[in-house]
């Protein structure tokens, strides 16, 4: 019998992998052919959509858009770099995950918080070989991202999926951005960028996922309209003044109340103590190793700054506090969202 020569059938893996590196692609070809500028950082930075982003993380960006499936399940954290990501990652997980075994607690003092709460656009879609085994992450599945809101995917919205974002006072927040890029440059064999210099960028809105203001504003517009929301619109200031009382009220709009049983017993305040700045920084994970994000390599403790309110004002004169006041003044103008 003549033996038949027709190709063997590609496996539904196999099929899937073809597909995600087709799309890696074509994002990767797209983003060629994108304006570059200099960023603060040492990545360069191209602009899209609307907003700025380093090369490798603007493929993994337009990666989610396209293929990222969000479930009514999902929540998902978005800030802006250096606004809080890192502490907001820990109290999530710790939260949601409070009668899990093992312990939230046990957890985090073996694991840093971003290998307990993803980046879509980074560790998950940012690679266009390996397609993100997102079938294998608990659920409710905690994912995390600095894509802003108009970019993400038609299916955060259509879920109904919880997504909670946190922003920082620019000014704080530009202060913190050039502290931990001034590390990334020295480690990357870059001098680190005057803070006038990174200043005058950010306020152009050349940062990672800037413009600042277009940022805060999507998910703020968001927060009040949004399926009545499914957005949960928070600041670093007042996570910072009273973080048990935002911690009850991030539990309750994720779905994980805490019961008056668990408040009478300590709970929060347990978390809030876990999760605190001093009690993370000083865990052997955070202060030793490293952790790729964005394609890039990142010292455990170069995530950990000082996390106070105010520090801007032992940094920025006052003709760039003035700068960046006007800005937000300009742009948040009719938008009910105060400085």
Known sequence: MEQSHLPPLQTEQEHEEEGHQRVYQQCRDLVSSLPIVEGCSFMELCFHSGFFQPITVMVGSMMVQKLFEARPTDIIMATLPKSGTTWLKALLFATVNRNSSPSPTRNLATLNPHQCVPFLEGELY?????VPEMDSIPSPRL????????????SVVDSGCRVVYLCRNPKDNIV?????????RKKNGREPLPLDVCFDRFCQGRSHSGPFWDHMLGYWKASLRVRGSNVLFMRYEELMKDPAAELKRVAEFVGCPFTQEEQANGVVEDIVGTCGF?????????????RTLFRTTVDNNSLFRRGVVGDWMNHLTPDMAQRIDKIIETKFEGSGLAP
């Open 176 to 184: 913190s951005y050039w502290h931990f890029i001034s590390k990334l």
């Open 126 to 130: 940012g690679d266009g070989v390996r």
């Open 278 to 290: 001093e009690k993370l920084s000083n865990l052997e994970v955070n202060k030793v190793g490293k």
């Open 143 to 154: 994912l995390a991202t600095h894509i802003p809101f108009h970019f993400l995917p038609n």
